[in-house]
C-alpha cells in the first residue's frame, strides 16, 4: 500500500467514524449535535450529495484536468513554446477574446461588479479563478490538439495520473461537513 493509498483509508476511517464519535460526544454531554438522531440523520441524507459538488472536489477536478492538459499539450517548456509562431497565434486570440472581456466586466457600470462598485464580492472575483482556468485549459487543448494529441487523454492524464485525489476530496469534504453541523 502506498502513501496517497493510506491517506485515502485514513480519511475513510475518519468519515466512517465521526457520526460515531458525534453520537458518542453528544452523550457525554459535550455541545455538539449528533448526526445519529432524528435531526442528524435528516440531515445527513440531505446533505449527503453536497460532498460531491463541494469546492474542494471542484477545485482537485479542475487542477488534475490542468495538470493533464499542460503535461500532455506539450506547453512545457515554456521557453521553447514561445518560439512557436503557432504557439504565438493561440496567445493572441487568447488576448484578444480574454482582455476585452475582463475590461468590460471591471467596467464602473458593469453588472459583474459588487454593489457598492467595487472588486470584492463581486461575482466577478467569485467566478475569476474558475474563468481562469477554464480559459488556460482551453488553450491548452487547441495547442495541444495542433501536434494532433486526443483531447481525451490531455483532459484525463492528471485523473490517471492520481485516480485517488477525487474521492480522497469527496471523503474530506464529508468530514468537514460533519464537523460543520456537529459544531452548528
Known sequence: MNNSERVFVFALVVAALLPFVS??????GVPCRSILDEEGLRWLFRHINDC???????CVLCCLMMQGVIKES??????????????????AVYAIVF???????????SPLLS???????????????????????????????????????????????YPLFIPLAIVLSFCWQCLAYMNS
Open 115 to 161: 454593489v457598492t462598485g467595487g472588486f470584492a464580492g463581486s461575482p466577478l472575483l467569485d467566478g475569476l479563478l474558475f474563468l481562469g482556468w477554464f480559459s488556460f485549459i482551453v488553450f491548452c487543448l487547441c495547442y495541444g490538439h495542433g501536434k494532433h494529441e486526443s483531447w481525451t487523454k490531455m483532459l484525463t492524464h492528471g485523473i490517471r495520473s
Open 99 to 109: 482582455i476585452p472581456v475582463l475590461l468590460a466586466a471591471a467596467a464602473p457600470e
Open 23 to 28: 453520537w458518542v460526544l453528544s452523550a457525554l
Open 74 to 91: 506539450g506547453i512545457l517548456p515554456l521557453g521553447r513554446a514561445f518560439r512557436e509562431a503557432r504557439f504565438l497565434r493561440y496567445l
Open 52 to 58: 460531491i459538488h463541494s469546492r474542494l472536489v471542484m
